[in-house]
């Protein structure tokens, strides 16, 4: 069944979400020793029945549509020494759109490769840092556009993180400001943006409780009207979402974390709800 114009608007909103979803921010203001290496596979879910249009106006999907996406992702770091580290995380995402009209559709594929250098640039004490990290972002697929923009692209982004203690608790935090600029035809510049704080639970610090706020403000020369041939062509949308996590340390070499999430506002942007569970791995 051929997709009509206005389940390709619905689906358009849904799908922001999915072009964005596997550059989840990883706490990168602290650092990585040199000669170590630290891996991260992830599985996220998320799921959407309503989004906001231009005009930030909220509806449901038509004809009751539900949008859900399955993404794996793979996320390494190695220390080069102690000012580099080289980052690269690969996602893998399944994406499926129905309604109650009978039409379904399904996505699944690899989407961006993205490799990058991160410099430390400074510390106060060896308990604040401050990070810089450039990052070259490839596509991995060459004709399914619902994948992503099918365009190169570059960011950079700086980090402040610290640590310490409150109320006789171990604290940390991470603020994180990333801006990225895909080439080509009307490449998008977007601009992502994460605040995290979490506390220590236990003396031995195996247990810890965070909670976080992130944006993402996407704008280009292309119309934010629809492009009904290119379910991936949306370029200008922003949203807002708060997400708690919870994570567990087996030992020093692995750890475990779940968050759950969810959109609190947004612009031509999907309205739903998320969940994840990670595992953190330092083989050395």
């Given at each position: ?211 976080s706020l992130g944006g993402f403000y996407s704008t280009s020369s292309l119309s934010s009207g629809y492009d009904p ?56």
């Amino acid at each position: 069944m051929k997709l009509t114009a206005i389940r390709l608007k619905y689906l358009l909103i849904a799908m922001v979400f999915v072009i964005t979803a596997c550059s989840k921010s990883y706490a990168g203001g602290f650092p990585v020793r040199p000669g170590s290496l630290l891996l991260s596979p992830s599985v996220n879910y998320f799921f959407a029945n309503k989004g906001w249009d231009s005009l930030r106006r909220q509806t449901p999907f038509a004809n009751g549509g539900r949008f859900q996406s399955i993404s794996y992702s793979l996320y390494s770091e190695y220390g080069i020494s102690k000012r580099f580290t080289a980052v690269a995380m690969l996602p893998f995402v399944n994406n499926s759109y129905k309604d109650n009209t009978g039409y379904a559709s399904e996505t699944a594929g690899f989407t961006d490769l993205e490799v990058g250098l991160r410099y430390y640039v400074a510390n106060i004490d060896y308990i604040y840092y401050f990070t810089v990290q450039g990052t070259f972002i490839t596509p991995m697929y060459s004709s399914n556009v619902n994948l992503g923009y099918g365009q190169q692209g570059a960011e950079i982004k700086a980090a402040f993180a610290g640590s310490g203690k409150v109320f006789g608790k171990n604290y940390y935090f991470t603020l994180e400001n990333g801006v990225r600029q895909y080439f080509g035809n009307s490449g998008p510049l977007q601009d992502r943006y994460t605040v995290t704080g979490g506390l220590t639970l236990d003396r031995r610090f195996k247990q810890q409780l965070s909670a976080s706020l992130g944006g993402f403000y996407s704008t280009s020369s292309l119309s934010s009207g629809y492009d009904p041939t290119r379910v991936a062509a949306n370029k200008n949308f922003a949203f807002n979402q708060v997400s708690v996590s919870y994570g567990y340390s087996f030992n020093r070499k692995m750890a475990m974390f779940v968050t759950a999430g969810t959109f609190i506002n947004g612009r031509n942007t999907g309205n739903g709800t998320s969940g994840s569970a990670s595992i953190i791995i330092k083989p050395f």
